[in-house]
């Protein structure tokens, strides 16, 4: 473990699998705190809490739905309550639910938006309340590369992520004064569970547009995330890092 995000607090939304996962173990290895939030996923949670305590770290999980206001406002006031604050918000708590235009339901839409962006929007309000009465805090959106290039079958998926980067900078223009830094990651193709199930055909096409030549590791999109949430990006807020391989460049 090293001692560069000792003392702070941090709650990672979707943090029992995949990238929400990864995200969590890094944070813990470099000294935070870490809330483990999930909705769904409780033993992977618990497996996650275990694993960072192991390693001799601080960790809790917390279920909450985070497209829900009032969950969203429970959640924050529990932490506040026993941990004093949150210093570092990562929300990256997301869903697909794939389909061309014309075949795609107005229900598959807005899950989609609730879960990406709405739950994204009612973190950073309750969390930017609670950092402005320190006057410091960072937070992280993961959007995606999508919401950068579009992809077609993915319309709902891209809006959502499109929209996470919007609110990124937007909330990164009002918060600054405060010494709350916002920025976001987009991920290229990791292997997730939502890649798990692609076929070998299509993972190698995705593989032969990366310049670099394989998938991202969840541990790549981590690192990204700690960079940001520590003292070393200081001076960097309302940007999108593309941690993707140069596969959108």
């Known amino acids: 473990m090293t001692a560069q995000l000792e003392d702070k607090i941090a709650l990672v939304t979707g943090g029992g699998r ?19 939030n999930y909705k ?9 809490v275990t694993q960072i305590k192991a390693a001799g770290g601080l960790a809790k999980s917390l279920q909450t739905d985070v497209s829900d206001a009032d969950q969203v406002a429970a959640m924050f006031k529990a ?7 949150v210093d570092i918000l990562v929300n990256n708590a ?24 709405r739950s994204c929007w009612l973190c950073c309000k309750t969390a930017a309340r609670t950092m402005m009465r320190k006057r ?38 009002e918060v600054a004064a405060r010494g709350i830094r916002v920025n976001a990651v987009a991920p290229g193709f990791v292997e997730t569970d939502m890649t798990a199930d692609l076929t070998d055909d299509i993972k190698e096409k995705a593989i032969e547009a990366i310049p ?5 590791a969840p541990e790549d999109i981590a690192k990204a995330v700690a960079f940001l949430a520590s003292d070393d990006a200081a001076y960097i807020t309302g940007q999108t890092l593309v941690v993707d391989g140069g596969m959108v460049m």
């Open 18 to 36: 995949g990238i929400g996962r990864a995200i969590c173990l890094e944070l813990a290895a470099r000294g935070a705190t870490v809330i483990v």
């Open 40 to 48: 769904s996923s409780a033993a992977a949670a618990a497996e996650v």
């Open 79 to 85: 932490i506040v309550s026993e941990f004093g604050t």
């Open 94 to 117: 997301g869903m697909t639910r794939d389909n061309v235009i014309m075949m795609m339901k107005p229900a598959d839409f807005d899950v989609v938006i609730e879960t990406n962006l």
């Open 136 to 173: 410091k805090g960072s937070i992280i959106n993961i959007t995606s590369v999508v919401g950068i290039a579009g992809n077609g079958g993915q319309t709902n998926y891209a809006a959502s992520k499109a929209g996470i980067i919007g609110l990124t900078k937007s909330l990164a223009k």
């Open 212 to 216: 670099l030549g394989r998938m991202g």
